[in-house]
């Protein structure tokens, strides 16, 4: 089983910025694809980010140009670096892991989450 731990969440003002990491333990073998996820309140789950072993990234169009993904496969961590943070950007942001991203969201590994509040 793979574990994966969130941290990096907070509460910052409009404009400013946070970055996200997440840390997977235990085998990785299925793992191919990390991503980010985020649920507001009264909102679904969302998709924020992906990315494979490779590089190959995936935004949603609501965070693109400000949130960069990246990550260390040697030290098995994802990371969102979220700039320019907007109010709606508040929600619980949530990593997940798995042999691909489409396969991950529904199949693969979740943290438990780590809340961010973009509030004056």
């Known amino acids: 089983q793979v574990q994966l731990v969130e941290s990096g969440g907070g509460l910052v003002q409009p404009g400013e910025s946070l970055r996200l990491s997440c840390v997977a333990s235990?085998?990785?073998?299925?793992?191919?694809?990390m991503g980010w996820y985020r649920q507001a309140p009264g909102r679904e789950r969302e998709l924020v980010a992906t990315?494979?072993?490779?590089?190959?990234?995936v935004y949603a169009d609501s965070v693109k140009g400000r949130f960069t993904i990246s990550r260390d496969n040697a030290k098995k961590t994802v990371y969102l670096q979220m700039n320019s943070l907007k109010p709606e950007d508040t929600a619980v942001y949530y990593c997940?892991?798995?042999?691909?991203?489409?396969?991950?969201?529904?199949?693969?590994?979740w943290g438990k989450g780590t809340q961010v509040t973009v509030s004056s």
């Open positions: 997940n892991a798995g042999l691909h991203a489409a396969w991950a969201a529904r199949y693969g590994y």
């Open positions: 235990g085998s990785g073998s299925s793992i191919n694809a």
């Open positions: 990315i494979s072993s490779s590089g190959s990234t």
